[in-house]
């Protein structure tokens, strides 16, 4: 009987080839299962296991009626992962390039770099955190605070790559960390991401994310601050209430095949994005659209070094409208010149000057709060010299001559002399006490760790000539929103009020979180000293003042002017001056304070001095007149009728 073609031999052979490549196939099976299981594990499950991001949409900032002062927009960033490229992915490179307007020589440079050595932060690296806003009800900051700055620096504002790439958190044998996502292009529509994909490129990943964005530009960018290129706040309202502001990612952990596409059946938890709370600000849009509009006036009519608007209300301390010249615009924070960088702070807190005749409220008011004086005790104004506690001390001079003077006068046409009397009459002690109580020398609260406390030293480190040159306001320096909260007492009926900017925080859903209400640090002085001062301030405006540039038609308004001299090369200089007009109207029932501080405007300025009657005053008129209607102000009572025998004179010396 034939056995056929096969022989024994061949079946033998064939039989053990087979044997021996399903043996070899079990061995490597029972090596890969059993005996290196744990090992290709860790493998398998960073190769396989993803982490998803999905970011959380930081929350609107939006001034007193809703309008948004700072928003988030989504964006397609299109990324590229190195070490998931394959050949059929760099024949269309080309046409990628085409698509995405990048070019292809860029596009094989990232693609080339699969390995990056990540350098951990040290100690040295860290910087203080701006401290965060404590709401009420709240729970309170429990991870680590993000890096903010208490000012911008140079490397706040430039651009770096820190977010141009991700890596694998896990380093080689050699210590580097695998790319698993480098930036190609941001900004992609919806439907040139549609065509990409089209592609089928296994190593193009979109990742959908929200950008910073200031609809109104410039508008009260040193109120705002502005969020970094990494999406970290650097400053301003953005840092302070950046805890409420950020919101959370979500995520979810699942698994993908060998091509990387995700697998749905190995989801295995999923946490939604909470976006952010909504911030709203006392900032009124409006309002704040007129002081950058005079801000610019300014600058372009003085051209001075700098200048501060602030408009609040006085009876709250809400600030309505903060600005600074020069500014910036937040959507472009990275353009602004490093010889420039002053831009970005906010002056109206971190700068200190001399106060100038505006702080002469603060002898006035004491002496008349002590019962030491009324408002028509006469001081002779004419003298040179007077004794203090047994010492001979000299007066202050003024720019004109002026004769016998009562409180009202002194203060209507801002006499020296008299507030260096008044001064002495107080004492270093009371004066001192009166002087903090006016909010000098102490931080006022303003939102964040920029704001500075000025200078007033303690009375027992005073020189004996200090008595007679801190009530007109030389050897004490302040903020530009102290003098303004200064002058707030006298609107206020006598109380110091923290300023503030934060009205209230809703959440993601709308609901009314915290509002912020009325804060008293303190009461300066009676009621009834708050108003005579006041009444006494309208006489400034009136004729014979020192300021009838300021006055409104129909409202009695009140306020004092200031021009101080510069502190130059180790003298007071008689070319540069810092000019302000502080003040609030109605007199009788304030309804807006009002500041206009302007720093070296002298080069322009008429006569080549820039007064504050001159140079700050006319401008504080015009915001007044266009707030009218705005704020809806109306008049109490008729214009007051200034004390009895004010004259004409002219702003005092050094004022």
């Known amino acids: 009987m034939s056995k056929g073609f096969a022989s024994s031999y061949r079946i033998v052979l064939l039989a053990t080839a087979l044997c021996l490549c399903f043996g070899a196939l079990g061995l490597r099976l029972v090596w890969l299962h059993v005996i290196d299981r744990d090992s290709l594990l860790k493998t398998i499950v960073k190769t396989r296991t993803q982490l998803i991001v999905e970011h959380a949409k930081r929350g609107d900032i939006r001034d007193r009626n809703g ?74 900051r429990t991870e680590e605070p993000a890096d903010h700055q208490t000012e911008p620096t140079p490397a706040d504002v430039a651009d770096d790559d820190s977010d141009e790439t991700s890596v694998d958190p896990t380093p080689d044998e050699k210590g580097q960390h695998v790319i698993r996502w480098a930036k190609l292009c941001e900004d992609i529509s919806e439907e040139l991401n549609v065509e990409v994909q089209k592609l089928g490129l296994k190593c193009i990943a979109p990742e959908r ?3 910073r964005a200031y609809p109104n530009n410039q508008l009260a960018a040193h109120v705002l601050g502005y969020v970094n290129h990494q999406q970290q706040p650097v400053s301003g309202i953005e840092a302070y209430t950046d805890f409420y502001l950020r919101g959370q990612n979500g995520w979810s952990v699942g698994e993908r095949d060998g091509r990387g596409r995700p697998l749905a059946q190995f989801s295995t938890r999923r946490v939604p994005p909470a976006d952010g709370y909504t911030v709203y600000l006392s900032l009124d849009t409006i309002v704040q ?68 005749s505006v702080f002469k409220i603060v002898p006035a008011a004491g002496a008349l709060e002590e019962r030491l004086v009324t408002p028509y005790t006469p001081f002779d104004c004419t003298l040179e010299k007077a004794t203090y506690r047994g010492h001979v001390v000299p007066l202050p001079a003024e720019d004109h001559a002026m004769g016998s003077l009562s409180v ?88 110091l009020l923290r300023p503030q900017i934060v009205q209230k925080i809703h959440d993601a859903s709308g609901d009314p979180v915290h509002q912020f209400a009325r804060d008293e640090l303190g009461r300066a002085v009676s009621v009834k000293t708050a108003q005579t001062v006041a009444q006494m301030l309208t006489g400034v405006t009136q004729k014979g003042g020192t300021a009838v540039e300021a ?33 609030f109207f109605p007199a009788g029932a304030p309804q807006v304070a009002i500041s206009v501080i302007v720093d070296d405007a002298d080069h322009r300025a008429p006569n080549g001095v820039a007064y504050g009657r001159t140079v700050a005053a006319p401008s504080f008129r015009r915001i007044g007149e266009r707030l009218i209607p705005i704020l809806h102000i109306k008049s109490s009572r008729p214009p007051t009728v200034p004390a009895p025998g004010v004259f004409a004179a002219n702003e005092g010396g050094r004022r």
């Open 67 to 140: 309008g948004v002062l700072a928003t988030s927009h989504s964006r397609i960033v299109l990324g590229i992962d190195p070490s998931a490229i394959r050949p059929a992915d760099e024949k269309k490179f080309g046409r990628l390039a085409a698509l995405i307007g990048v070019s292809e020589t860029e596009i094989r440079r990232l693609a080339a770099i699969k390995y990056r050595t990540v350098v951990p932060k040290t100690k040295a690296d860290a910087v203080a955190p701006v401290p965060a806003l404590t709401v009420p009800g709240l729970a309170p």
């Open 209 to 211: 994310v929200y950008r």
């Open 551 to 583: 006055a409104i038609e129909g409202f009695d308004v009140a306020g004092k002017t200031g021009t101080s001299q510069k502190f130059i090369d180790g003298e007071w200089s008689k070319k540069h001056h810092i000019a302000s007009f502080v003040g």
């Open 408 to 495: 009202s006068e002194i203060i209507s046409h801002s006499s020296n002399k008299g507030a260096a009397q008044l001064g002495m009459l107080l004492g270093e002690e009371r004066l001192y006490r009166y002087a903090r109580a006016f909010g000098f020398g102490a931080k006022l609260g303003y939102p964040g760790n920029v704001e500075v406390s000025g200078i007033l030293n303690p009375c027992q480190k005073w020189y004996p000539i200090d008595i007679t040159r801190i009530p007109m306001g030389h050897s004490v320096a302040s903020t530009a929103l102290q003098m303004h909260q200064a002058m707030s007492v006298i609107a206020a009926d006598g109380v």
């Open 289 to 356: 659209d007129v002081v950058e509009q005079e801000l610019a006036y300014i600058a372009q009519k003085f051209d001075p070094l700098k200048a501060t608007i602030i408009v609040s209300d006085p009876q709250t301390g809400f600030i309505w409208g903060l600005g600074n010249y020069p500014s910036f615009d937040p959507n472009h924070y990275n353009e602004v010149p490093k010889a420039e960088m002053a831009r970005l702070k906010n002056v109206a807190i971190a700068d200190i000057y001399d106060p100038g």
